[in-house]
Nanobody, 121 residues
Framework: VQLQASGGGLVQVGGSLRLSCAASGLTFNMFRMGWFRQAPGKERELVAGIDRSGSTTAYADSVKGRFTISRDNAKNTAYLQMMSLKSEDTAVYYC???????????????WGQGTQVTVSS
């Protein structure tokens, strides 16, 4: 199983980025997908999750209204559209896949390699 995350980079405060997570080696539509992030010295935290069909999503309070998670089951890819970025969004972002709860970090079955997002002021 591989989860290939891409789309990170350096952006100014207020800017936007879109992350992609291309999955292979698994039956994508059987997995809930999510994005987590980890800043230096902090624990990895859930940013957003989406169910198998894409009809139900969940977000951390800190990103509600700014980030949107989506998926394309035909392309085996999940996305995270990030807008109105803040300096505190700076972190390594990891995509995740699980057949259990996407809200629980301990339930994650597969992790991507991470992509750095840096928001500069």
């Amino acid at each position: 199983v591989q989860l290939q995350a891409s789309g990170g980079g350096l952006v100014q405060v207020g800017g936007s980025l879109r992350l992609s997570c291309a999955a292979s080696g698994l039956t994508f539509n059987m997995f809930r997908m999510g994005w987590f992030r980890q800043a230096p010295g902090k624990e990895r935290e859930l940013v957003a999750g989406i169910d198998r069909s894409g009809s139900t999503t969940a977000y951390a309070d800190s990103v509600k209204g700014r980030f949107t998670i989506s998926r394309d089951n035909a392309k085996n890819t999940a996305y995270l559209q990030m807008m109105s970025l803040k300096s505190e969004d700076t972190a390594v972002y990891y995509c995740a896949a699980t057949r259990k709860s996407i809200l629980n970090r301990d339930s994650i079955e597969y992790w991507g390699q991470g992509t750095q997002v840096t928001v500069s002021s």
